[in-house]
């Protein structure tokens, strides 16, 4: 019953390395979607998926990159780490695209 | 391009107070506007959910109305508690920008404190 989940929590990092932001749903939601919250910015779209090997940018897909081999796993790379990709990271998922979205607890990653 | 404002950024009331928040959307082409709260450290959590052909949805002291044509939505939160105290973002899902693959584009939030 853990819904989704994102892991890790908490990540320090440091310029030029890569990063993998996990996020895993437990109701085989087609939908799933990533999200980074800024001050200043609100929330805004990396990336989304309709289904399994399905993806497509969102706002600021620059730097990430996206796979989804399994209905419940969607993961985020940041392929080489920028201090401007210092954020926290959300992860959601929704059943379809007339529904809500339900929204994991977040990464928090500090780019040094 | 959409962009969803809220007014006030923050605000704060004493315990019982009846309050309003208020969400402007620039394109009145959506499919559907969420309201959620987030609570500091943790994720989003959906309050009400409104399609475009309705006027509003009501949960508990929470009601939320939508007047598509005009860009505007409201939460209304009765009799306000401490627990109450979050930031409370508003979100459309619009026609264009991804919005059918289920795009959401936020407001900034309003901060709530309500005060004992």
């Known amino acids: 019953d853990a819904g989704i989940t994102q892991s890790p929590r908490y990540k320090i990092t440091e310029t030029g390395r890569q990063v993998t932001l996990m996020c895993h749903q437990t109701w085989s939601h087609s939908y799933m979607f990533w999200y980074r919250q800024d001050l200043g910015h609100g929330l805004r779209l990396i990336y989304y998926s309709a289904a399994a090997d399905i993806t497509d940018k969102g706002e600021v897909p620059d730097g990430y990159v996206v796979s989804r081999s399994k209905t419940e796993n969607f993961p985020l790379t940041l392929e080489s780490a920028t201090r401007s990709q210092t954020s926290v990271y959300f992860c959601?998922?929704?059943?379809?695209?007339?529904?809500?979205?339900?929204f994991g607890p977040g990464t928090r990653l500090l780019v040094l | 391009k959409q962009e969803v404002t809220q007014i006030p950024a923050a605000l704060s009331v004493p315990e019982g107070e009846n309050l309003v928040l208020n969400c402007s959307f620039t394109d009145s082409a959506i499919y559907n506007l969420q309201w959620f709260r987030q609570d500091p450290g943790k994720g989003l959590t959906s309050l009400l959910l409104?399609?475009?052909?309705?006027r509003e949805q009501t949960s508990g002291r929470l009601n939320a109305s939508l007047d598509k044509s005009s860009g505007r939505s409201t939460l209304y939160i009765a009799a306000s508690q401490p627990g109450d105290s979050a930031t409370y973002l508003c979100a459309v899902r619009p026609l264009g920008y991804g919005g059918s693959q289920g795009n959401l584009i936020f407001g900034k939030g309003t901060k709530l404190s309500v005060k004992p």
């Open positions: 959601a998922s929704s059943w379809t695209t007339q529904e809500t979205q339900y």
């Open positions: 409104i399609q475009s052909s309705q």
